[in-house]
């Protein structure tokens, strides 16, 4: 049995807004990416898996620049005043996020060089420089030019008679210095053109084809094969040298929707301005001379801030590519999601399953499949009526929507809220709203200023006694294909009290409301904030007056000021707090007299940890809410989100003992935030075996235990006896 929380201490309210009490959003942020390429560095992954990594590593910073970095950007040009949380200005935060960003960009290209370069060999996966071809390949290379690139490319001269080109955003390029015999030394852009493999095969000797049951392959980059040839682009004039770099633009969707006649049509506008947004970093290499530099940040309108010298490769999310190749021994084993067994029972009846109790899915370790059956069944069930959706992120080629198009065709009303503002998914979402509409969907695109982020699905059918509404509800996205490797929750239910208030949501989002309470659900904007504030400070109060309080929150994000007070008050009350934060937590955990008792882990391992989950023990009768809502202003103030309760005690004591407790006990993918900002790993005990919570979530269903399913450890979460 642990020791007890330390008593409540006597700082004033005034002490829990210092500054030093806060980590800064943007450097939270760094430290996340840094976790993510940690585990491209854990030899414990397959090796395309250490590769796909460091993909989502520069995928991420690409968007943290074009975002982030964009706003800080703009705040300094707007001369804005007003600090954040931790007290740095704009000025600050986007000095000190260079200053950090810097050497974990050459620490990453330099990992990538001397680790996994050489580890893809010993594979016999060659990823080459053009000089280290031979007569052969350079042959093979030049013909693959002529044909398959060359068509494709367009140089673009800069001189008094031709302007600057445009440089779209995350464009790579190479920047072309030639030798015109008459006008002496001009300047030229050629694009690589994105839509072609970054990786170009080579084919190998055939002595190296030696490798039992193993095909080599090798592999050079796209901009060495066109600067090899650029002498095809420039027919008479001596090509002197050649330079590759990227560009990144602010990429942020600023949208007047009060001031929009129609909504679709502007954000459609709004994604194709967006590869004109201002520059915010120009990366080249070391080899690219000062006067080059020099024309690139003129006529880019930037300054040597804005621009990132890498020594290593450029736009490293392409590596994914590489993941795509067919060497299964080099990534994570497959697995087949469960699916229920109480749907066996009902032989795939969804809504008899439904009606006999509540159905709670843990994906992706249960399958998407079932959520996907739900709305077919409800597209084709003749006593359905009606179906409702919110649609975010659905991805391309999406079962749901299909299904949605196929409860047309069956003459159900169909009502959809498809948010065109989900970003960078704004186009595919354009797509999926025009086919909708076009199929007789009456579909709507949200409440003016707010975006929906809720992930909701209602379906009406008439049954004997009446009309019975069924319920999904969810903390991740209808995408199948995310579904594999995110980590989220869904319950299905018919719940008449959350239809109820399900109705009345979607009412709120397709017509008019004023809506400020519902019964079971705590929706944002309306009451999600006030009912998170309300519960931590009723286990302040449950400490006081019993000794023991808890609070076990897992979030994606935790940056909101007030939400933090509110937990840092908790803390000095005595109140126990277990946060599982995977990205960004603006919270400063072990702070004598403050935050003493709270801890703080992030996990980050094989599948994105997405599902939010908040436990209040409630003076022993325990309250568990699920949804969609991070502890952000913009979640909480800024978009429509759900959460849930679980309110099935079997189903709360299976999230709290096999989901909660086996998150707290991680020892291979968790980290533990230190009271600087930094994270450490951590480890088993001495002679304690290392637990994986995601392996130990695919051995082990949520609900169902099977004849080997041995105990889940314990963390004495709970006072003996609750």
């Not at 490798?211 to 060495?224: D, L, N, R, S």
């Amino acid at each position: 049995m642990e020791q007890p929380p330390h008593s409540p201490s006597t700082s004033s309210s005034m002490d829990l807004e210092r500054p030093d009490l806060y980590i800064n959003r943007e450097l939270s942020w760094i430290e996340f990416n840094r976790r993510v390429f940690e585990e491209a560095q854990d030899s414990r992954h397959p090796l395309l898996e250490r590769v796909k990594f460091l993909s989502i590593f520069d995928t991420n910073l690409d968007e943290f620049m074009m975002i982030r970095v964009a706003g800080l950007k703009d705040k300094v040009a707007a001369r804005a005043t007003t600090p954040s949380p931790d007290g740095l200005s704009a000025e600050e935060q986007l000095r000190e996020v260079r200053r950090r960003l810097a050497p974990l960009v050459q620490e990453v290209r330099r990992y990538w060089r001397q680790e996994l370069l050489p580890r893809l060999a010993e594979q016999h996966i060659y990823i080459l420089d053009y000089e280290q071809l031979d007569e052969e390949q350079r042959a093979a290379l030049a013909e693959y030019f002529e044909y398959e690139i060359f068509p494709v490319l367009t140089p673009l001269a800069v001189d008094p008679g031709h302007p600057f080109p445009h440089i779209s955003n995350r464009s790579l390029n190479l920047a072309v210095v030639i030798n015109d015999a008459v006008h002496g030394e001009r300047f030229a852009r050629v694009k690589v053109p994105p839509r072609l493999p970054r990786f170009i095969q080579v084919p190998l000797p055939l002595h190296a084809r030696t490798a039992p049951g193993v095909q080599p392959v090798a592999f050079v980059w796209i901009e060495q094969v066109i600067a090899a040839h650029l002498s095809r682009l420039f027919p008479g004039i001596d090509v002197w040298e050649s330079y590759p770099f990227r560009v990144l633009r602010d990429a942020d969707i600023e949208l007047q929707e009060d001031e929009a006649s129609d909504l679709l049509e502007d954000v459609e506008k709004s994604v194709r301005e967006r590869r004109f947004g201002s520059v915010v970093d120009l990366a080249v290499n070391p080899s690219m001379p000062p006067r080059i530099r020099s024309l690139l940040l003129d006529n880019l309108e930037i300054d040597a801030s804005d621009l990132t010298v890498i020594d290593g490769p450029l736009g490293m999310g392409d590596l994914m590519e590489l993941h795509a190749l067919n060497r299964p021994d080099l990534k994570d084993p497959p697995f087949t999601p469960r699916v229920p067994r109480l749907l066996s029972k009902y032989c795939g009846d969804l809504f008899a399953a439904i009606r006999e109790q509540d159905l709670l899915l843990h994906r992706p370790y249960d399958s998407f499949g079932v959520v996907v059956d739900f709305i077919r069944a409800a597209a084709t069930d003749p006593q359905v009526l009606a179906i409702k959706q919110t649609l975010y992120r659905v991805g391309t080629n999406s079962p749901v929507v299909h299904a949605l198009l196929e409860a047309v065709e069956h003459g159900k009303q169909v009502a959809t809220l498809v948010e065109l503002k989900a970003r960078f998914d704004e186009e595919n979402n354009i797509e999926w709203a025009r086919a909708l509409e076009r199929a007789g969907v009456h579909v709507v695109y949200g409440l003016i200023g707010l975006k929906t982020h809720a992930k909701v699905a209602l379906v009406v059918r008439r049954e004997p006694d009446g009309l019975r509404r069924y319920v999904h509800l969810s903390t991740g996205n209808y995408n199948a294909l995310t579904a594999r490797t995110y980590e989220d929750f869904c319950l299905l239910t018919c719940d008449p009290v959350i239809g109820a208030d399900v109705s009345d949501l979607f009412n709120s989002l397709t017509g008019y409301s004023r809506l400020n309470a519902y019964r079971k659900l705590l929706v944002a904007p309306v009451s999600l904030r006030r009912g998170i504030l309300e519960r931590i400070e009723r286990e302040i109060r449950l400490r006081r007056e019993y000794g023991y309080g808890l609070l076990i929150f897992k979030l994606n994000a935790l940056v909101d000021p007030e939400i933090i007070y509110k937990l840092y008050e908790a803390s000095q009350a005595g109140v126990r707090i277990e946060l599982i934060v995977r990205g960004i937590c603006c919270l400063r955990p072990g702070i004598p007299g403050i935050s003493e008792n709270i801890r703080v882990r992030s996990i980050v391992g094989r599948f994105l940890e997405h599902s939010r989950i908040f436990y209040f023990y409630n003076g022993g009768a325990e309250e568990l809410f699920l949804g969609s809502a991070d502890m952000m202003q913009r979640n909480l103030n800024n978009r429509v989100e759900t959460l849930f309760p679980i309110e099935d005690p079997h189903l709360r004591q299976a999230i709290r003992e096999r989901v909660l407790e086996i998150l707290l006990a991680d020892t291979v993918n968790a980290r533990e935030l230190l009271p600087d900002g930094t994270y450490a790993r951590l480890r088993p005990q001495p002679g304690e075996p290392p637990l994986d919570c995601q392996a130990w979530f695919l051995r082990h269903p949520l609900l169902e235990e099977d004849d080997n399913d041995e105990a889940g450890p314990t963390i004495s979460a709970l006072p003996s006896g609750a």
